[in-house]
């Protein structure tokens, strides 16, 4: 046989040898299968996603399991047997939506919906896997691997939740209301809800067939590559006879860790391989290797409960637990993981460290009857060519023994370690002392293992007395060496949380009546509860559907994946793809040429352009246009301006194929700097360069001056950047039409891409039509950098008159399309006794990257005074040039720059005068039209402000190593608005329903919801009859960028008045009837030659003026003073949405905005290389966002009770940014957590320098550990 069978959706497919080991199931599902509710972001099982279901019958005892996969690890050569369902397998609008789908779009658990479908077939799985006995924290615990950047979680977690057998009442009370209300407009295809159940249940015999009859080897291919799929491991070494260079795959999930670029002639399938698979229990527990994560985990737990010399596992399985997530550990198997760290030894693998710590052992085949059990350790250091892994043996530990295990992380779950760590301590019977100790850790170095020195030294001893621990802990410092690899934490951090790790492990283990009750809580990790969130708003029935609390209008079409989105235009026939071509060089040298031979060799390689193929001018940020101060390279000609900057493009049949074809082009240069690359303001205001460098943009003087100085305070602060994160990437389709160019672009501003292709092109700008139907994201991100990903795309289509695809990979996403500028800010501040501000300077600089372009200093300097009293500050602003790609605006850009800023220096007044911070920030306050001091005395109250401040004074006092902080900040948010903006609504004769197109971006904030429920308010029509239709260049043409949270506000605004166009345009038609219904008045007017369509075009001369947004959040977060790690306990989050346009869009925005602020000042962090300025974190391996475990636990959101606004759109506030500006607060929580462990700690009160982002590192370090700190009484 030489092709695989396999099914989708119930649909058999085949694939043979011409699919090469690099066609992942995701590029068949969605370019062969051409079903593309499936999605792909990073292609690494970093996401989610890619998520889908499989179901098939695995060795050893070929049960029919469904299973979560990330298809974007899977090769589709690996899916022999396989019944695959993608979203669309699971509901549709034809056969109906499955519960899960409904569910998850009636909680508004999708705003984008990029990410949307990844997580309903992650539920999907679990849920029938379980026959839907779930519980609460099972489904919590499932989708580390799931991220989404724009709800903040909790919407998905309790829809997730509201199916758990243990759910609570006040999300089944939800379902009811819902249920009742009937939220979701009703599809208008005939729905049989029941079908997706009938169409899912597959007879088993059909699937099994495939199964049955295939264990004989399969052999696909040919001269190139030959896959072999085999069942036995005398096959395998049948096969290995007779080739060196093979690869053994397994789950093939180990790409996801290190990228597989190449491929060798032999690729041996093993993952169904009978003799790898299994367990047998005799004295030791013995575990194929073949086994995965999962199916181990459950053998763990069931043995560890059922054997008590193995009872040591259930700590193992809690270990495992965070390790990668559910989808990889689905396929992923124990050989995969051993073998990923024999090849890089520098691979923190949790098992490796797991199986060490107890002196486990690895059984290495070299032949059918030929194997050979050895140490892990010893493993590491021998040849396995021609060898495989073939089982783990675990001992049984007698209860002499104790175990303890850490994984430390940058965040909750899915991630690796920073550092982990194993403790074994075995008694001598009877005594307290030691006979044998195992301490291991990972992440250290590549060669470092164990800590021979301090294992030899504590033998025995007893270790629970204060003499052995600070003995073990010096022996510690000694032998722990670990070496600087950025981006992973620094050396010192890694050493010392070593060392912490140690400590805490003594102190979990220690006996009761040895340590101080204290210092106890000291030994356990941070573990989360199950979260909650509550939600409170008022709601005006009388203006329904307007200020209505109702689910996003896309919702269900974005849970069963039929949203589409740019890279979802069907397949074309002769389409291309491209990739760019980048300098990975020192920024400042000059290219000279290029060598595409190699690239173009490559079969399915059709081209290879450079600038001067363009035909236009080479920029995408053309000049005399909004907002644009400088062009932009579309491809570098030349002078080289970041590491990374795209210069050629490569265009190929393949997407993959591109990629890796864009690698081997060669690019001659004509000079290589060898200056230190400028990547910080620090840096540039040093280098000699400084005066090109930095440019001051703003100076504000004061109008007052106070005498009355008590104190002075000089400091700084340094805010970092941010990736956006969208889920989809920054992607463009070019398809050529009779006139032009159709370009399907995933971008905020569709006018940008308009003018910038044309220009590039030379060609008329009505020959190009910009159709964005939605984007999967954007955050600031797709405003001005999506124009050089559509020019590209657009050069490679005009060039080939073929439709192009160009979907930048993450790597290149982050390192091209720009971040969040980071800020520099230091500042001389004089107070008075009470904190009130005498005078301010605060110098302000900005990082702008390499270009000039997206420079916002000045709309900082505006936001510097939020909700204080500003007469007396004096701010420079200064813009700065440093040799990264060009920085740009990201959600909430310099507003939570200024807030940021301004929180800072009142915490820090406070500190030092010795006051409390909300009594200082009182002092300060603008004392006209300002209602804050009044909704900071609300917020208190309902957060219960007082008595928990109290709570956590207490809990301070009894945790040495746990510390808890709780902190309030204010926000005046100054909104303005962009124009213009236009909205079209056409009504149709024949039965009333309308449609409206307009000049925003749908990218998850609810813009067409809230634009229908303003129309139908309006018309005084049903929700249902109205249909938003795509933004188009043809229809909105010269519309400004969707950002700067009004995008929604602005076509409302237009929506609005067109409706009340065509209201007075019936009036007469009206008048003369007897009180018609909609429709008869819409057929009448049509008859009398009415015309029912209007436009209006929203700019900032007309009513709708800039106002302010208010909110005030207070913050409660629990520090493992041991590890920096942390949580956030509860938040109160209070924001005044005026009267919402639409409540439940509201929440989402607020509750996405703050988690997205919580991420941008605790755990994203890019790291660039100090000599080549190249971005390291340019992964999901290495950047993370917060996941579904690192939000508040307790999450409550209120909008301020009967506001108003005159001076918005229908008395409503935006709600897409502020509260990200609020998220700040976690920081001074963070700081005073670590202030109080520094008091425990015998430092002096003095303030806390927490450097940003507040990672488990920089907690860690500020609170300046000492080995004499550790004690047991
Ligand atoms: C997103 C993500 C997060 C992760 N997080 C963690 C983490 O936190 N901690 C951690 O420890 N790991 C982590 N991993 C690694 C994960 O555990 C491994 O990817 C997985 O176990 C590999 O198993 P596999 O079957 O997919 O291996 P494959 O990818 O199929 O193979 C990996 C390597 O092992 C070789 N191989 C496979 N089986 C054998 C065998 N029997 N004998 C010899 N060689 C063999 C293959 O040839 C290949 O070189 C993560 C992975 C991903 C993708
Ligand atoms: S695309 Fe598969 S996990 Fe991201
Ligand atoms: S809805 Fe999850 S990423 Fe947008």
Known sequence: MSKILFKINGRQYEADGTYSPDVSLNEFIRNVANLRGTKSMCHEGGCGACVVAVQAALPPDNEAKTFAVNSCLVSVLSCHGWEVTTVEGVGNRTMGYHDIQNRLAQFNGTQCGYCTPGWIMNMYSLYTSKNGKLMSSEVENSFAGNICRCTGYRPIADAFKSFAVDADERLLSKVNDIEDLALLSKCRVKCNATRWKENNIESDSEWCIVNKTSNNTLTLGDNVFKWFKVYNLSEVFKIISQNVDYKFIAGNTGQGVYHVTEYPPIIIDIFNVVDLKGYTLDINLIVGAGTTLTDMMELFTRISVENEDFSYLSEFVKHLDLVAHVPVRNIGTIAGNLFLKYTNNDFPSDLFLLFETIDAMITIGSGVNNRQTMSFSEFLTINMTGKIIINIMLPPLPRLCKIKTYKI???????????????????????????????????ISPSF????????????????????????????????????????????????????????????LCPESKVNPKYVSGGNVIKRNISQGTQT???????????????????????????????D?????????????????????????????????????????????????????????????????????????????????????????????????????????????????????????ASDRVKTSMVVDPT???????????????????????????????????????????????????????????????????????????????????????????????????????????????????????????????????????????????????????????????HFPSCYNSSRWHIESYNVITDKSSMTWCRAPATTEGIATTEYIMERIAFEIKKDAIDVRLQNMKKEDNPIPELIDYTKKISDYDTRLKAVVDYNKNNRWRKRAIKLLPMTYDLFYLSPFNAIVSVYHRDGTVSITHGATEMGQGVNTKVAQVAAYALGIPLEDISVKPSSSVTSPNCMATGGSVGSECVSYATLKAC????????????????????????????????????????????????????????????????????????????????????????????GAFVMGLGYWTS????YDQTTGKLLTDRTWTYKPPGIKDVPADFRIYFRRNSTNESGVLQSKATGEPALCMAVVITHALREAVRAARLDAGYEDQWVQLDIPCTTENIFMAVEHKIEHYKLK
Request: glycine share 6%.
């Open 569 to 689: 235009l069907p397949a074309e026939i002769g389409e291309v793809f491209a990739a760019f071509v980048t300098a990975d060089v020192l920024p400042g040298s000059i290219i000279s040429g290029f060598d595409a031979t190699a690239a173009l060799e490559l079969p399915g390689v059709q081209a290879f352009y450079t600038a001067k193929d363009i035909p236009g001018s080479n920029t995408f940020a053309p000049l005399d246009f909004p907002l644009v101060t400088e062009v932009e390279e579309i491809l570098c000609n030349e002078k080289v301006a970041f590491h990374g900057q795209p210069a050629g493009i490569i265009v190929a049949s393949r997407e993959k194929l591109a990629i890796a074809a864009a690698r081997l082009v060669k690019i001659n240069y004509e000079f290589i700097s060898v200056k230190n690359p400028v990547l910080t303001v620090h840096d540039a205001i040093k280098s000699s360069e």
């Open 1060 to 1151: 009340e166009i065509i209201k007075e345009r019936l009036e007469e038609v009206k008048k003369k009837m007897d009180n018609p219904t909609w429709k008869e008045l819409v057929k009448q007017a049509y008859q009398s030659g009415v015309y029912l369509q209007a436009s209006y075009q929203f700019t900032t001369n007309g009513p709708i003026k800039p106002y302010d947004i208010f909110g005030v959040v207070v913050l409660e977060v629990e520090v493992d003073i041991l590890t920096g790690n942390h949580e956030i306990l509860r938040v109160d989050l209070l924001e005044d949405t005026g009267r919402s346009l639409s409540p439940s869009i509201d929440v989402g925005q607020i509750e």
């Open 537 to 567: 708003f008022d709601t005006d029935e009388s203006v329904w559907p307007l200020n209505k609390p109702i689910p996003k209008l896309e919702a269900l079409v974005q849970c069963s994946g039929e949203a589409t989105f740019a890279n």
């Open 1164 to 1167: 994203e962090k890019l790291i």
């Open 704 to 862: 007052d001056i106070g005498n009355d100085v008590k104190s002075k305070i000089n400091d700084q602060v340094y805010f970092d950047s941010q990736y956006h994160y969208y889920m989809e990437p920054q992607t463009c389709v070019v398809k050529p039409t009779e006139d032009g160019l159709d370009v399907y672009a995933s971008a905020q501003w569709m006018d940008l891409i308009n003018v910038a292709i044309a220009g590039c092109l030379n060609v008329p700008v009505n020959s190009v039509s910009v159709i964005v139907r939605r984007v999967g994201g954007a955050y600031g991100g797709k405003i001005s950098r999506a124009s050089q990903i559509a020019c590209a795309a657009a050069l490679v289509s005009y060039l080939q008159g073929r439709t192009c695809r160009l979907i930048l990979p993450i790597e290149k996403n982050m390192s091209i399309s720009g971040n969040r500028s980071p800020t520099y800010c230091n500042f001389e501040v004089g107070v008075n006794a009470e904190g009130e501000i005498q005078y301010l300077k605060n110098k302000y600089y900005q990082d702008l990257g390499c270009s000039i372009n997206d420079s916002f200093t000045s709309i900082t300097v505006n």
């Open 449 to 508: 293992i164990h800590a021979t020195e301090t294992e030899k030294i504590l033998i025995d001893k007893d270790p629970f007395t204060e003499e052995t621990l600070q003995l073990a802990l010096k022996s510690l410092d000694a032998e722990i060496a670990p070496e600087d690899a950025p981006p992973e934490p620094s050396a010192k951090y890694r050493k010392q949380l070593a060392l912490a790790l140690y400590y805490k492990a003594i102190l979990s």
């Open 409 to 443: 992380m940058a965040r909750s779950q899915n991630t690796h370690a920073i550092v982990n760590a194993g403790f074994l301590f075995k008694f001598k019977p009877n005594q307290n002392i030691l006979e044998k100790v195992n301490i291991v850790y990972g992440n």
